[in-house]
């Protein structure tokens, strides 16, 4: 079946650094692809919209400017965290849906900012 | 304010029980419904799916949809240890057009008593 790639899996660094989280479709292509953020024993919370050829569609109170979003090509998508602090410790998360079927998930990105 | 809301839990069942999970939503337009487990430290997976109102069953997993009363649930017979996970319920809302986007419930904790 149709897989979602996340990588890497797990990222501890200094505050002030900026990270790049990659996601990719393994067997089919992604127009759109969703970032997603957990905070512990809290729901997703979806970031953006990440759109192959145009700008990514951000959610009311993501900084657009903070995390970053590049849709490389009908397979990649990029999310980077710059610039990162503490308060952005959490749980990172992309999907993708294969045409009309359900989203999958690629296996999330653990950000620990020290 | 579209949400998708979730009982509270956590839900405690012993081994062999039936466990069941609600979820209502408030967008009357939403059409697609979907249940992911989510292990701790792991990425949702994907459950069950079910765009149709009535019962659709899946092995030991049944969906429940009832679109006049706005709410979906997911029962799981038999219950075993490993179904111990937070359940989420996701609603795919449409935004404009062809645009839509999943919204989750915040989930309820599952705990399945040997």
């Known amino acids: 079946g149709a897989v979602v790639s996340q990588h890497p899996s797990r990222v501890i660094c200094k505050s002030g650094t900026s990270v790049k989280i990659e996601c990719r479709s393994l067997?089919?292509?992604?127009?759109?692809m969703f970032w997603y953020r957990q905070f512990p024993k809290q729901s997703l919370m979806l970031m953006a919209t990440?759109?192959?050829?145009?700008?990514?569609?951000?959610e009311q109170g993501v900084e657009k400017d903070k995390f970053l979003i590049n849709h490389a090509s009908l397979t990649l998508s990029t999310l980077t965290v710059t610039s990162a602090h503490p308060e952005d410790s959490s749980f990172y998360i992309c999907?993708?849906?294969?045409?009309?079927?359900?989203?999958?998930f690629g296996d999330g990105t653990r950000l620990s900012i020290l | 304010q579209k949400e998708v809301e979730q009982n509270s839990g956590p839900l405690s069942v012993p081994e062999g029980a039936i466990a069941s999970l609600n979820c209502t939503y408030s967008d009357r337009g939403s059409q697609s419904f979907f249940w992911y487990r989510q292990y701790s430290g792991k990425s949702p997976e994907l459950i069950m799916f079910i765009y149709s109102n009535g019962d659709k069953e899946d092995g030991r997993f049944t969906a429940q949809l009832n679109k006049a009363s706005q709410y979906v649930s997911l029962l799981i017979r038999d219950s075993q240890p490993s179904d111990s996970a937070t359940y989420l319920c996701?609603?795919?809302?449409?935004?404009?057009?062809?645009?839509?986007?999943?919204?989750f419930g915040k989930g309820i904790t599952l705990s399945v008593r040997p």
């Open positions: 990440s759109n192959e050829g145009s700008k990514a569609t951000y």
């Open positions: 996701a609603v795919n809302i449409i935004i404009s057009g062809a645009n839509s986007k999943l919204t």
């Open positions: 067997d089919f292509q992604a127009t759109t």
């Open positions: 999907s993708a849906p294969d045409g009309n079927q359900p989203q999958h």
